[in-house]
């Protein structure tokens, strides 16, 4: 059965990470268009369902596999499991500020720039490349 569940986690891991690089794209291009007029109103379509239908349920699963599977393996004693889970709250809380980003588009309250979300693209990357490491390298 572990071997099934570590799929579903790499699965929704995968799923989650498409989600954390896409959003802030869309971000990018909505804040260029303005929130006027049907390409705003087209965005917030594409925002919302991939933030309620796809990112939501990959984070829930990833979480839920992921605690499971390290319980099972006996990894909450180990150090490079500790640095993982550290990385991946900082992973849960880019989510729940794109979520809050999500907001103010839905409301026309958008108030950065498309350069912000340009940068905070790149944290979800830099946290993946830190979580594969810790866990494919286990250095400590």
Known sequence: MYLWIKSLHVIAIISWMAGLLYLPRLFVYHAECGPAGPPSATFKIMERRLYRYIM???????????????WDSGAFSAGWFH???????????AHVHDGFLLRSFAEDSNRHGSRYYRVINEAPTLLMIGIVILVIVKPF
């Open 56 to 70: 939501n349920p990959a984070m829930t699963v990833s979480w839920l596999t992921g605690l499971y599977l390290a």
């Open 83 to 93: 640095g993982k889970a550290l990385l991946v709250l900082a992973m849960t809380a």
